[in-house]
């Protein structure tokens, strides 16, 4: 199975920032990467999609980049909104695996 | 509207077995395969299986492979996980999820459902 590590675990920053996470795969994924915001008692809701594809309807604030195991979640500037956790998920195989999640906190 | 609305929440005793409902609608049925997702309390998401939206095709993660089975109804378009011999650790909320035509990816979620096993 291919195993995603984030990087940080938890994170504290404030309204106007920029914040970077990375998601480190134990193996090549291609750009079989996804990025999801997920906030409390909330279905988890799709961001970036293959990587570096920003999802229809989130903000453009929101960036990916990455390719093979090495993969970036940008946010800039940082809006009251997004503090929430975040999760990266590989689609290059099953079974599809996410990472341990990065809690955005306000600083 | 894209909509997946999962049946409620539901306690069941270690060694029985529960079965979740994920009734979709705003689009076609039979295009898009469903996935099933769980996230136990302070755990990562964790992926069980699929089954494809046109016929009967699933596949599932190899720690559920004995224990799940992913099933749907087409004419009430609407997807059921079973999961039996349960156990503590299976105490999650339970997600379905579409994925997206041919990008591989989770674009509508259900609301989820807390399944607590305890006895």
């Known amino acids: 199975d291919i195993q995603l590590t984030q990087s940080p675990s938890s994170l504290s920053a404030s309204v106007g920032d920029r914040i970077t996470i990375t998601c480190r795969a134990s193996q090549s994924v291609i750009s079989y990467l996804n990025w999801y915001q997920e906030r409390p008692g909330k279905a988890p809701k799709l961001l970036i999609y293959?990587?570096?594809n920003l999802q229809s309807g989130v903000p453009s604030r929101f960036s990916g980049s990455g390719s093979g195991t090495h993969f970036t979640l940008a946010i800039s500037p940082l809006q009251p909104e997004d503090f929430a956790t975040y999760y990266c998920q590989q689609s290059s195989s099953t079974p599809y695996t996410f990472g341990q999640g990065t809690k955005l906190e306000i600083k | 509207q894209v909509q997946l609305v999962q049946s409620g929440a539901d306690v069941r005793k270690p060694g029985a077995s529960v079965k979740v409902s994920c009734k979709a609608s705003g689009y076609s049925f039979t295009t898009n395969p469903i996935h099933w997702v769980r996230q136990a309390p302070g755990q990562r998401l964790e992926w069980m299986g699929w089954?494809?939206?046109?016929?009967?095709?699933?596949k599932y993660s190899r720690k559920f492979q004995d224990r799940v089975t992913i099933s749907k109804d087409t004419s009430a378009s609407t997807v059921y996980m079973e999961l039996s011999g349960l156990r503590s650790e299976d105490t999650a909320v339970y997600y379905c999820?579409?994925?997206?035509?041919?990008?591989?990816?989770?674009?509508?979620w259900g609301q989820g459902t807390l399944v607590i096993v305890s006895s």
């Open positions: 293959a990587a570096s």
């Open positions: 999820a579409r994925e997206t035509l041919n990008d591989y990816n989770f674009d509508y």
């Open positions: 089954i494809n939206g046109g016929n009967d095709y699933t």
